[in-house]
Nanobody, 124 residues
Framework: VQLQASGGGLVQPGGSLRLSCATSGFTLGLYGLGWYRQVPGKEREGVAC????????YYTDSVKDRFTISVDGAKNTVYLQMNSLQPEDTAVYYC??????????????????WGQGTQVTVSS
């Protein structure tokens, strides 16, 4: 199982970035997939997730209407389109795969189903 995140960088407030998570070793459609972010000194936060079986999506309140999660099954890749970025979006972003659950953030990542982080910095 491999998840490889990319696409981070430095962007000005109001700008956009698209993160990609290339996956291998498992079938995307059988899992939930998601993006998390973490800043130093804080817990990792679930940002967006998508249910592989039916495409149901979930977003944390702070990114609703700005971020969009999607899956390209042909490329085995999960995307996070981030628009209207703000300084508070600065974090290391991680992709993950796991089980869908009835929880505040409905993705429960499996222990070996994490990608490495990609840094997103929003600053003028």
């Amino acid at each position: 199982v491999q998840l490889q995140a990319s696409g981070g960088g430095l962007v000005q407030p109001g700008g956009s970035l698209r993160l990609s998570c290339a996956t291998s070793g498992f079938t995307l459609g059988l899992y939930g997939l998601g993006w998390y972010r973490q800043v130093p000194g804080k817990e990792r936060e679930g940002v967006a997730c998508i249910r592989g079986t039916n495409g149901t999506t979930y977003y944390t309140d702070s990114v609703k209407d700005r971020f969009t999660i999607s899956v390209d099954g042909a490329k085995n890749t999960v995307y996070l389109q981030m628009n209207s970025l703000q300084p508070e979006d600065t974090a290391v972003y991680y992709c993950a795969a796991g089980l869908w659950a009835a929880a505040d953030f409905p993705l429960v990542p499996l222990s070996n189903y994490w990608g490495q982080g990609t840094q997103v910095t929003v600053s003028s």
